[in-house]
């Protein structure tokens, strides 16, 4: 199916007034069919060039749907991507904000800081790495009901929404990514587990096939960029007040704290 331009602008449009009315919205499959993967993508750059336009910064991708579970999870059979920009990154001791998200999940994963180009597929993703970090993403969907299927969620920028770093900075060498241990706390209780083997075997297999990917439509990785690899484990719903730390076995925690009810942390006054 060949989606006209203006079956793309209806779309992101659909999106852009999901997040402007904070109204969750149908899926946009209706407009873009259900198989073009180019069409969906457009939609998602559309949107995230309006909102860099309006002063947000990229600073990294995210890969989406690397571990079976996790597509299990939400029907889709795939990896995406998404773009990473400043206003999702959640500052080290700050709560993230959790009245402007629709339905938030949860997911734990290794993430990359580059320390070089990855523009030409002579060049080793695991030589590109500066360094690696646990982190936390919160995924989100504007769709109603998670209802989505590959181009729904590819069109809304892989269903990004927030994301937070750990403190410790550690080199690839002699880091065993295929045997991290992952556990996610939510409110001091496990509620996921897994290990980097789930993330495409290896978080660097998704962190190659990203490479080519980017590559492939014109927007290769850049020196400087973060990339979050894809989910350890099972997602998490989140809801005001939680908060959720993970830990990754060489690699160290990292902590979320979600704002209440009212706009501030459980217990403020």
Same mark, same amino acid.
Request: glycine share 10%; hydrophobic share 45%.
């Given at each position: ?10 779309? *992101?449009?659909?999106?852009?007034? @999901?997040?402007?009315?904070?109204? /969750?919205? =149908? ?10 993967? #180019? @069409?969906?993508? *457009?939609?998602? +750059?559309?949107?995230?060039?309006? $909102? ?7 600073? &990294?991708?995210?890969?989406? %749907?690397? +571990? ?5 999870? %939400? ?23 959790? +009245? ?14 580059? &320390? ?8 080793? !993703?695991?030589?590109?790495? *500066?360094?690696? %970090?646990?982190?936390? #993403? ?21 269903? /990004?929404?927030?994301? =937070?770093?750990? /403190? #410790? $900075? ?21 509620? +996921? ?9 290896? !978080? ?18 850049? *020196?400087? #960029? ?33 704002? &209440? ?9």
């Amino acid at each position: 199916m060949l989606v006209p331009p203006d079956g793309r602008e209806a779309a *992101a449009a659909r999106l852009r007034s @999901a997040v402007t009315s904070h109204r /969750s919205c =149908a899926p946009v499959r209706d407009l873009l069919g259900t198989t073009d993967i #180019e @069409a969906a993508y *457009a939609v998602a +750059s559309a949107n995230i060039a309006e $909102r860099i336009t309006a002063g947000r910064r990229r600073i &990294g991708r995210k890969i989406g %749907l690397t +571990s079976p579970v996790v597509q299990r999870q %939400l029907g889709v059979d795939r990896p995406d991507f998404g773009t990473l920009l400043d206003d999702m990154l959640v500052p080290a001791g700050t709560p993230a904000e959790h +009245s402007g998200l629709f339905r938030p999940r949860a997911e734990a994963e290794v993430a990359f800081v580059l &320390g070089r180009d990855l523009d030409d597929e002579s060049v080793d !993703p695991r030589q590109a790495v *500066a360094y690696a %970090l646990a982190a936390i #993403e919160i995924v989100d969907s504007r769709i109603t009901d998670w209802d989505i299927t590959i181009v729904d969620t590819i069109a809304d920028n892989a269903s /990004s929404a927030l994301f =937070a770093l750990g /403190s #410790e $900075r550690v080199p690839l060498d002699g880091l065993d990514l295929p045997g991290v241990q992952m556990e996610l706390e939510l409110n001091g209780v496990t509620a +996921s587990t897994g290990t980097g083997e789930a993330c495409l075997g290896d !978080p660097l297999n998704a962190l190659a096939w990203l490479a080519a990917t980017a590559r492939d439509i014109g927007e290769p990785l850049r *020196a400087g #960029e973060i990339v979050l690899s894809g989910a350890l484990g099972p997602m998490v719903d989140v809801g005001p007040g939680d908060r959720l730390t993970a830990r990754l076995t060489g690699l160290g925690v990292v902590d979320v704290q979600f704002t &209440g009810i009212n706009g501030g942390t459980l217990g403020d006054d």
